[in-house]
């Protein structure tokens, strides 16, 4: 608290002190590429310029973001490739150029009215309440008697360092308001403008579009390979027992227990493989009793003790369900695989819109966090707009931590 | 009968050796990979070569392209591919050098014990033995084929049956007809599609396959 009130004043000093040189140097540069526009030398004289200008605009973000008390992204898309003429018209056309030096035009006026408004009232605060220490130092005679009493005499001194101290809360609050205030506006200008927000939005969700596209594609070659391989293949084994039976009992009029039974039991292998496929397509019990149910059917089946935490999740949609399943299987299936966890702990919170789920086990840690398994989910997750967040250091604990919207 | 087998899964390789041990033939090598394949045959010459699509290291389609490289190697070695999925292209890549001595089933098919022995007999002699699903692709692609369309719903099944590599006498057995009229209807289907008359039943297998896959 005492932090953000420093942090605030030191804003407020710095822009009274760089608000004038910032305010020259546009001006002084807007009028020279001007008056250069109309000849050959305008758009390298433009681009020299404008790459200062956005160091200073790079400055005035991180001073801003100290107060704000969160980064703020540049907004600069990637300049075209070619000379500098060709460069230099694209920064014209550029808005985040012309927002950048509005920015330090602006911050003269702001600054100083900021100055005159937060340092004064700060400045004004703290020699109050230290009154005693140099008020005597200044003897003046000519006051009137309440404040006289006040400033002249040593109980009157402390009894201002008293009302100082009473008006330092007020003090805090109008600095750390206006140096927000002011750190606000430089926000504003200087990060991305919606056209900009929008296209890289566009862009993520391209990127994140495309590989869930590779995932399912993936996935789907997964299950191809599990039926070929697995089910299908023990039937047509099954098959071919059959048959063998058949041709015996027919040579012989003996029936072929034994190959009957070993007919029976590939079929019930078929089977079981099928179970299982299914139960990684979608596991039936999520689509029957919803999410708690289903992790602690998950967490029964594991092979060390898993314990769960679930306050009210209400009802997710049956992707988030999903995806907050098989993050807690996959999660699960490394802590016994990799991690030779010996407990395991699964918190499920749902707060507003978000479902976050936490798994977190006591094992070696040193998880590779973009391992294949992993990978998929995290595409899974990024497709719902979701993250997950993997802290495993070595020696342990192994955290993975995931965050689901609900609300789409 | 000398067979070699190719296939990768221990379940279904052990099941084709039972098979064809319990019914007289000798498996002279069963090995699981494309190479190894090539190895077997070129090693031990069998009568018959049995593969599987798909095998190591790739699981797409090696041993359907390992059975290409021996027949180009050495034209007529009999080689019958089995396959989970039946693909009408593969079937076209398989005949499409014209010398028999092929055969592409189902690996279901296999259960049909004396069928799927009839078949590596045929393949072995020289013949064609294509899956009635093959040729169930091979007609749905020439539905509106004017020489198909002009055959009756009997011609269409000796035709089919034809397609898939049956003799004669097959076709007899198989549709319960007399050997004159399945000879009839088969003059009649190869008038219709102007297919060149042949009694060498291999020929004619070729000749409607190449019809049916133009």
Avoid at chain 1, 15 to 36: D, E, H, I, Q, R
Avoid at chain 1, 308 to 313: K, Q, R, V
Avoid at chain 2, 53 to 77: N, S, Y
């Amino acid at each position: 608290m005492f932090h953000r009130g420093v942090r605030a004043l030191a804003y407020l000093l710095t822009s009274l002190v760089l608000g004038p040189a910032t305010f020259v140097w546009a001006v002084v540069t807007t009028l020279v590429s001007g008056v250069l526009s109309f000849t050959y030398l305008a758009p390298p004289t433009f681009l020299t310029v404008t790459w200062v200008t956005r160091w200073i605009a790079r400055l005035e973000r991180l001073r801003a973001a100290l107060v704000l008390g969160k980064a703020i992204e540049a907004p600069y898309p990637p300049l075209p490739a070619g000379n500098p003429w060709v460069r230099g018209r694209a920064l014209v056309r550029e808005p985040a150029t012309w927002r950048d030096l509005a920015w330090l035009l602006l911050l003269f006026p702001l600054g100083l009215a900021g100055a005159l408004s937060g340092v004064v009232v700060a400045v004004v605060d703290l020699a109050t309440i230290v009154a005693p220490v140099w008020l005597w130092s200044v003897p003046n005679p000519y006051l009137p008697p309440i404040v006289d009493w006040l400033f002249n005499t040593t109980g009157g001194r402390f009894v201002l360092t008293a009302l100082g101290l009473a008006l330092a809360p007020t003090a805090w609050w109008l600095v750390t308001g206006v140096a927000g205030v002011q750190a606000r506006v430089a926000a504003a200008l200087l990060e991305p403008g919606p056209r900009l927000r929008l296209a890289r939005r566009a862009r993520e969700l391209a990127s994140t579009r495309r590989r869930v596209v590779d995932a399912q594609a993936a996935e789907l070659r997964r299950i191809e390979r599990d039926l070929h391989d697995g089910a299908q293949a023990r039937i047509v084994a099954a098959g071919m027992t059959l048959a063998l039976a058949d041709r015996k009992m027919r040579l012989s009029g003996q029936p072929a227990r034994d190959d009957v039974s070993t007919a029976r039991r590939q079929l019930d292998e078929a089977l079981a493989e099928l179970r299982r496929l299914v139960r990684g397509i979608h596991p039936p019990i999520l689509t029957d009793r919803g999410l708690a149910a289903a992790l602690a059917a998950l967490a029964g089946d594991a092979p060390l003790p898993v314990e769960i935490h679930a306050g009210d999740l209400g009802e997710p949609a049956p992707a988030v369900e999903s995806a907050a399943y098989f993050v807690t299987a996959e999660a699960l299936a490394n802590a016994v695989k990799h991690a030779a966890a010996t407990t395991c702990t699964i918190t499920l919170t749902r707060e507003a819109d978000v479902l976050t789920v936490e798994i977190h086990d006591d094992g070696r840690g040193g998880a590779d966090a973009s391992g294949s398994g992993l990978d998929g989910l995290r595409r899974r997750v990024e497709a719902l707009d979701g993250t997950i967040t993997v802290t495993s250091p070595v020696g342990g604990p192994t955290i993975v931590h995931t965050e689901l919207p609900c609300a789409l | 009968m000398r067979i070699v087998i190719a296939e990768d899964l221990l379940l279904l390789r052990d099941g084709l050796v039972r098979i064809l041990t319990d019914t007289g033939h000798t498996v002279v090598a069963a090995v699981a990979t494309a190479p190894e394949l090539e190895e077997a045959v070129a090693e031990h010459r069998p009568d018959l070569s049995i593969v599987d699509v798909r095998l190591p290291p790739g699981f797409r389609d090696e041993g359907l392209r390992a059975a290409l490289a021996i027949r180009r190697r050495a034209p007529k070695t009999p080689i019958l591919i089995l396959s989970q999925y039946v693909e009408r292209v593969y079937a076209a890549e398989l005949i499409a050098d014209g010398n028999g001595a092929v055969g592409y089933l189902l690996k279901d098919r296999v259960t049909a014990l004396d069928e799927f022995l009839d078949a590596i007999d045929r393949v072995a002699a020289g013949g064609t033995a294509m899956d009635p699903e093959v040729v169930r692709q091979l007609f749905a692609r020439n539905n509106r084929d004017q020489g198909v369309a002009t055959l009756t719903a009997r011609e269409r099944e000796v035709l089919g049956l034809v397609a898939q590599g049956l003799s004669n006498s097959a076709i007899c057995a198989e549709l319960v007809l007399a050997p004159a009229s399945v000879e009839k209807h088969i003059g009649n289907i190869l008038a219709k599609l102007e297919l060149p008359l042949a009694d060498d039943t291999h020929r004619r297998v070729r000749a409607v396959l190449a019809y049916l896959n133009h």
